[in-house]
């Protein structure tokens, strides 16, 4: 067998605490505990990398911008990715080398600051609509309009900024990633989506205001760096149809097909499961072996194809998982009831 | 001819304005321009490590923490390390490829978040001493300490916070600069002295509240690397004695026992030259075969050996330099006066 290459997303619920508060005592907690499961798949043999959502984070450093801007220049967006790059980096690698080390697992992390380049003439960049920090009263998010952003009235809680969001187009720092990967280590890369830059016609990299959906993201670099499987770590147990009714189902082996269609019938809601959807169903028709979406808690048994939503290419055939034992044929993982789907 | 393997510390010139600003602009253009003779050097086939410094983009970062303090929860100061590794970082990689883009360089770069370990009882824990952040008026001061941080009045422009300044003990992230290196990388690591951590009794990795010595942590990794030069890129032409007076004069060729002597004289200032110089002699102490600390745009000719002020074990001997071409016999560079001595 050969060995199996992993790439885990961990979503917002791996670095907050269960209320979704983010101070730091709460994100190391959140990590450490996200820690175990990712030891455990380490612990198989397999090359894992970790890539990793950073929502709340930013928004706290927009926060910063704002109170202190009279003092200190405000930094643009793509550097408030960069620094959560490098403090929930350096968290990921206290808290899986602690795991590992429990597990007398005797392998290196490194964590990459990773640029990811968008294209400048992204139609996102015209219509910015990623919601991103804090509700302000009207009459301060005025203010803000007035120094350039774009803030939107969303009811009842305020007004909320909204930023560009573009497609991920090229992992600029993948090779670094295979380098390490390599050589033994864990790798922890490409986190917030990656630091969103562009590159000019002279050839120039240079960042840009936006941020990048970092689960898109990591289908880009999982195939970048030729990874079998695909592992969306979330905080329900895989995605379901009918969400939100009494009707609603948790699915388990799924055909890249069938979860295309389930899409196009509307199931999954856009700021949340439905760029998971296409992020996984990206990564199986880019040549994949299998994208699973599941709780954090199981991604040890989900990246055995044992557990959460298991998206292959043809879910019905005996197929060829590749790097993933069984992943093509396992049989749908009893999920339960879908849990409450919180936003990310 | 072995390859020569430099690792080259960038100091805070490197990284703002001549007026010594730090707004992203300023930031972005000042690594720019450092980048070019990086690029000088990487043209020569070297292997290349860049660390920089941190201490302008921290103290935006605590001012930061504090004006938000009612709103967001300040993060703590290894926290604030690591923010500027991400955007130091980002920026650097920017630079850097496009400078060796420019000289039709094919060399891939890549930066590491990097945690430095110290030491728990180490004793400046107990007596912090490294000043950061802004002044701020003695009542202001006062409230700060109120909670917890340590402040003392230093003359006519206020008060300024200090934290404790420990020993570098081990660059814990080491062996992925090696791997990377190995795979053909420029890397970039151990920026603002690294993320200080210490490993408790149980071998749990934490971050601790403290900064680090850029220089003292560079002249660490140089070693862990085995690398066989170490260049301090600062804003002066080299070690000058009797500083600041009309006896100035810039040492060139110089042995690390008549350069320890220098010190023990007290011609180098402790918050200044005095940490380069100590770094400097450590490294060649610890068997690396030359140290040059000259001005940022003088780099690549030290580098050579035929600028700045080059350390080594014996300077009147023709040694072996390894690595580093003459660096041993190089003659007394002409330095001319020294520059206006900043603070880094």
Redo the contacts between chains.
Sequence with gaps: MTTARVLIALGGNAMTSPEGRA??EDQ?AAIARAAEPIADIVATGAEVVLTHGNGPQVG?LL??????AS???P??L??C???????I??ML??AV??SL?ARAVAR?V????T?TRVDPTDPHFDKPSKPIG?YLPEAEARVMIEHGQVWEDRGEKGWRRVVASPEPVEI??A??VS??L??G?VV?AAGGGG?P?VRDED?????VEAVIDKDLSAALLARAIDAGVLVIATDVAGVALNFGTDRARTLGAVSVAELREHAAQGHFASGSMGPKVDAACRFVEAGGSAAVITSLDDIAEAAAGRAGTVVTADAGATADAGALADAGTAAPADTGAADAEKER
């Design positions: 101070t730091p190391i706290n926060v910063k911008n704002e109170l202190a003092v200190v220049p930094v643009p793509d550097w990715g960069a620094q959560t790059q490098g403090t980096g350096a690698l206290n080398q602690r080390a290196p490194a964590a990459l600051v640029r804090r600029l720092d090779p670094a380098a390490l390599g050589a280590f922890v630091i830059v050839g120039t990299v240079r960042g």
